[in-house]
C-alpha cells in the first residue's frame, strides 16, 4: 500500500527468511515499496534488476479524459471504485483467493539480459521500455493504490570487495568477469567516482556510525529527535545552519576510518 516502506516489510519479512526487492533504500528509512516499482530503482542489486511489478491496482486518466480505476491487482474487491478503495484500505478480502495468471511480480528475465555482454545494447538504463509496464516506471503519472511484488530468499552468506583503480578497463575487465565466469551473480554492485569516495570520507561518517551501531529501527527516533533540536538551533542567528550535522561529522573524526583505503 501506499506508504508502506522497505524498512518496515524488511522487518516483517525477517521471521520467514525472505527479503524485499531493494534493500539499500531501507538505510534511507523512508523510501517507499511504492516509490520503488513507480521509478524502477534496485540498479545495483544484480541478481534481481528494477522494481517491476505487472501486478498493482491505480486510477488514471484515459483517452476520453474520463478518470477510471484499475485493478489488476489479480485480487477481487468489488465492482465500484467505492467498494474496491474500501475493501482494499479495510483488508476486505483472503490471502486465500490470490490470482496472478501470467502477470509477473518482479523482472524474471534480468539476470539472463545482463550476462549478455557482448549485446550493442545496454543492459540497464532509466526508462527501459522493456519495464515500463502501468504503474511500474509510471513515475508519478499514475496514482498507485496498491502493489504486489515478489519476496527473495536472504542470502545465508555474503562477502564483500572493494576494488579501487585509476583505470576505466580495470572495471570494464573486472565486470566481463563477474557475469561470465561464476557460477552465481553478485548480489550487489556499485560504481563510485573518486568525488563521491570524498564525501563519503568527510560527510557520511557519522550516518555510516548511527547505522553500525544504533541500527535501522533507533534511526527514525534519533532523525526526530535531531530534527527538534535544529528547528530550535536554527533560530539562533549567531549560530551556523544544522550545527548538529557539523557537530556529528566533527565528533566522527575520532572513530577508526570506516571506507577501505
Partial sequence: MPGATLHKLEE????????????????????????????????????RGPAFTELSIYAQVNQHGELVLVNHLGIYLG???????????????????????????????????????????????????????????????????????DTHPVATKEQSFYVGTNSSEDLYLIRRLLLTELEQLPEVGEYMHRDIFDVAAKYGKDTFLSVLHLGTKRLPKM???????????????????????????????????????
Fill in 223 to 261: 532523525f526526530e529527535i535531531k530534527g527538534r533540536i535544529d528547528t530550535v538551533l536554527n533560530k539562533i542567528a549567531w549560530l551556523p545552519n544544522y550545527l548538529s550535522d557539523r557537530a556529528l561529522q566533527f565528533f566522527s573524526r575520532f572513530f577508526p576510518e570506516h571506507l577501505a583505503k
Fill in 79 to 149: 465492482d465500484t471504485a467505492d467498494d474496491i478503495i474500501r475493501n482494499l484500505q479495510q483488508g476486505n478480502f483472503s490471502a486465500d483467493h490470490l490470482g496472478q495468471g501470467q502477470r509477473q511480480a518482479s523482472d524474471h528475465q534480468y539476470q539472463a539480459r545482463i550476462k549478455d555482454v557482448d549485446a550493442n545494447t545496454p543492459s540497464r538504463f532509466n526508462a527501459d521500455p522493456r519495464r515500463l509496464y502501468e504503474s511500474s516506471g509510471c513515475a508519478g503519472k499514475l496514482v498507485v493504490f496498491a502493489v504486489r511484488v
Fill in 12 to 47: 516483517l519479512l525477517k521471521p520467514i527468511h525472505r527479503s524485499p526487492h531493494s534493500v539499500i533504500g531501507s538505510s534511507t528509512l523512508g523510501a517507499t515499496v511504492v516509490g520503488g516499482i513507480a521509478n524502477n530503482s534496485g540498479g545495483a542489486l544484480v541478481k
